[in-house]
């Protein structure tokens, strides 16, 4: 497992990689989310390094869909404040607006941590975690 680790963070992208600080911060807590399952204490040093745990929950409201991931399966005692604003941000829409968990990442998020296959649930959700097809190896 530790060479596993040594090597995502090996791969992970720097400043030079990334025309903007978002396209710098994506891959890093896209890393983070995938890191979270097999060591989150290094998921969770990957996040310090792109903002202090107290952004977490902001950062989810407007950020890629792995900022509501990643903390959550790093550090899951630091989810609530998360999960509550995002349901704030769910029930802020107005009635009859359509889906109200729609775009918020609460059914992504929900699966994710539900799912008997993290790995694998993780994968569906685009760049979080991809996993070679045999045709790709």
């Known amino acids: 497992m530790a060479g596993l680790v040594a090597r995502a963070l ?14 710098w911060h994506d ?3 896209n890393t983070a989310a995938a890191l979270a399952l ?3 204490a290094t998921a ?3 996040l310090a390094g792109v903002a202090p745990p107290a952004e977490y929950a902001d950062k989810a409201l407007t950020q890629n869909r792995g900022w509501p991931l990643a903390p959550a399966l790093a550090d ?4 609530v404040p998360l ?12 009635a009859g607006g359509g889906n109200s968990p729609s775009g918020t990442e609460l059914v992504e998020l929900g699966s994710v941590l ?14 979080l975690l991809c996993e070679p097809s045999d045709d790709e190896e």
């Open 27 to 29: 891959p890093l807590v």
């Open 76 to 79: 899951p005692a630091r989810a």
């Open 38 to 40: 097999i060591d989150p």
């Open 10 to 23: 090996a791969v992970r992208p720097t400043a030079w990689d990334a025309w903007s600080v978002d396209g």
């Open 114 to 127: 539900t799912a008997a296959d993290r790995p694998k649930e993780l994968e569906s959700y685009g760049n």
């Open 44 to 46: 969770r040093w990957v």
């Open 83 to 94: 999960v509550d604003k995002l349901l704030a941000k769910a029930n802020a829409r107005p």
